[in-house]
């Protein structure tokens, strides 16, 4: 326990944020596991400094546990008591950036390394640590891609993000993209001659909005979740250049997070029919130049309730988790498509994840120490 809280610190001290560079990180990770003769594999997440890493201690057969946990952190911002990058000890608590979402995970696992490469396994424990899971889970992918031909099938996947040690069996799915309008500038004088792309982008944020409610009042809910129906939000909006001059361009950000019956395809298709009919020939009535395109930023499945083998695993280590719901995502939906049972299961509490102070109890650490080594002893021979 006290190495975890000893790695936790030398983690919390790199600064990975997603989207920008981590091999000093990864460096550290693989030199941990090379120190134990566990051979780690980088896998490079779109760019070369950007890496995620798996490793496969025991036996590569059919049947293991996969444990997985991301490297990246969302900013630290302004605000702290104290550094978000050193580590502070404070009444059980251990504050830092990361700290509950999720090295907190990431330092246990590391910690129990040398015990999981000293144990005769005879099924094999995979560990999967990936980068750009803050901003909309890109690096998992990558690493699944490396993972598929690598190892052996696991009969459960553990992802360790903040749930106090109950498991977690669903969650929403999450498709993020941006909306950018091309309108025509002029002088704010002369409407009549331009298009706002502004005024344009306010009433598709209007109509999404529509949607929403309609959505909320509608039928199709899962209450098991909170809010029980699909969200649609629309959070970022940029455009013009000054008070006086027509907006030549705007963009905005939505994302929709789907109960697991539902798709965010089917809602997507309805505002790209919307903007092809009723938007799109507005604008070009005007000006043929003015436009209206959508890229994706992110797009994470669900995790739809099972009740498999990684459910009754966690039993079987953790007899008092409660089973929950959750309305955020994870990589965990990644992981289920690919045909891995899987769960959320690890320590902390997701209600200090990304918040200035971030902190873990150290109680919450010896519970996941006690669990995973619960966990190894199931697995030996």
Known sequence: MQNAIEILEDLVAFDCLPGTPNLTMVAYVVSLLARNNVQAHVVASGAEDRCGIHATIGPNVPGGILLSGHLDV?????????????????????????????????????????????????????????CDEEIGCLGIPYLIDAMRPRIAPPSAVLVGEPTQMDVVIGHKSSHSFVTSLGGLSGHSSRTDLGVSAVTAGARLITWLGDLADEIENGESRDERFFPAYTTVHCGLVKGGSAANVIAE?????????????????????????????????????????????????????????????????????????????????????????????????????????????????????????????????????
């Open 74 to 130: 969302v900013p630290a911002g302004e605000g702290w008591g104290s550094s978000p990058w050193r580590l502070r000890r404070t009444n059980g608590k251990l504050y830092g950036r990361g700290t509950a979402d999720m090295k907190g995970f990431v330092a246990v696992v590391l910690s129990l390394v040398p015990l999981m490469a000293t144990t005769t396994l005879r099924a094999p424990i995979h560990l999967a640590f990936s």
């Open 249 to 381: 361009s705007c963009d905005f950000t939505t994302d929709i997070r789907c109960i697991p019956s539902e798709e965010a395809s089917s809602y997507r298709s309805r505002y790209e029919t919307h903007i092809r009919i009723n938007v799109e020939p507005v604008m070009r009535a005007i000006s043929a130049a003015c436009s209206v395109k959508i890229r994706d930023r992110s797009n994470v499945p669900a995790l739809k309730p099972q009740g498999g083998d990684a459910l009754e695993i966690v039993r079987s280590i953790n007899p008092n988790a409660k089973i929950r719901f959750v309305s955020y995502a994870t990589e965990a939906g990644f992981f289920q498509k690919e045909g891995w049972d899987t769960v959320v299961f690890g320590p902390g509490d997701i209600a200090q994840a990304h918040t200035k102070d971030e902190f873990i109890e150290s109680s919450e650490l010896a519970k996941a120490d006690r669990c995973l080594r619960d966990l190894i002893d199931r697995l030996k021979m």
